[in-house]
């Protein structure tokens, strides 16, 4: 099992020192991956009483993609993961060619991490469909994949269509592995189950989220697949305290999780300090 680390946008500010800094830091301590959660708009809930998103318009996000091409020549070893993208609020063919180029420059560090989200607001603002967007992903991670390793594509599908069209540079990895994000209902595990290469499953390592893990591993099997064929990559957060964290990164461990990454933010921290001191209190007591 591999440790990342959650990007902590949400707290350290839009100072890009700041966030070069931090991803330095994981990389000398050690961990495997950053992490960045992905928000194009945040809501006004000044006009919006019965807001009850997690983020608004006061909330911090870097762009994944640019943050990440801005870290690829800032880091040398460390794999850049989005968790997640929401992928169907966004155009197929722009981000198949952002994340090929994030892969080219950092030399096929890029995991893609895809969700279909939960922010209404983001979606009309971006001209894209709310209700259908579990199944237009489908359609899309399939297009993805051809783009990516394919030098010409000819693509037609019920809301895609391209002819004799293609990226250059395509990506170092072909195909750039892609994560699904969240996942509850069977529909959703079962279509993380026969598309994904991985999974990041918003769940705690207890007894809810081992029947979780367990029913979508059944999943993985109805698809014709082994366990081994779909990674997990799995959170803990500090703000349960530094102990908790470190039991459900041993208990994660036992369930077999690929990836385990720690979350820094809502701990209480008030500097890019604290975040960094916290990575290295984890990686010391978990090594």
């Known amino acids: 099992m591999k440790l990342g680390t959650v990007f902590p946008q949400t707290e350290i500010g839009s100072d890009p020192i700041a966030a070069r800094d931090f991803a330095q830091a994981a990389e000398e ?18 006009v919006r009483p019965d807001w009850t998103g997690p983020y608004t318009a006061e909330t911090n996000f870097h762009e994944p993609f640019v943050l990440f091409g801005y870290l ?16 169907p609020q966004r155009q197929t063919a722009l981000v198949a060619k952002q994340a090929a180029e994030v892969d080219v420059l950092s030399n096929g560090r890029l995991r893609l991490g895809i969700g279909i989200g939960w922010n209404e607001v983001e979606y009309e603002a971006l001209n894209e469909d709310f209700h259908n967007r579990g199944k237009r ?28 069209a293609g990226l250059k540079p395509l990506p170092v990895q072909r195909p750039i ?8 209902t069977d529909g959703v595990l079962r279509r993380i189950a026969r598309m994904g290469d991985g999974w990041l499953p918003q769940a705690r ?12 591993h059944n999943f993985v099997a109805e698809a014709g697949r082994e366990p081994s064929d779909v990674g997990i990559d799995a959170r803990v957060a500090v703000s349960d305290g530094m102990n908790v964290a470190l039991e459900n990164c041993q208990k ?3 369930l077999g999780a690929t990836y385990v990454g720690v979350n820094t933010m809502k701990a209480g921290f008030t500097s890019l300090d604290q975040h960094i001191d916290a990575l290295r209190e984890f990686a010391g007591a978990a090594s």
């Open 252 to 254: 994660w461990n036992d």
């Open 205 to 216: 390592p207890d007894d809810d989220g081992k029947a979780l893990l367990e029913r979508f």
């Open 29 to 46: 301590l050690g961990y495997s991956y950053v992490l960045a959660y992905d928000h194009v708009l945040g809501a006004d809930t000044s």
């Open 72 to 87: 690829a020549g800032l880091t040398k070893t460390i794999e850049l993961v989005t968790g997640i993208i929401i992928l």
């Open 177 to 184: 592995p892609i994560y699904f994000g969240g996942g509850r």
């Open 137 to 164: 992903s489908e359609e899309q991670v399939e297009l993805l994949r051809e783009l990516w390793t394919k030098p010409v594509v000819t693509f037609n599908g019920q809301w895609h269509h391209i002819n004799a």
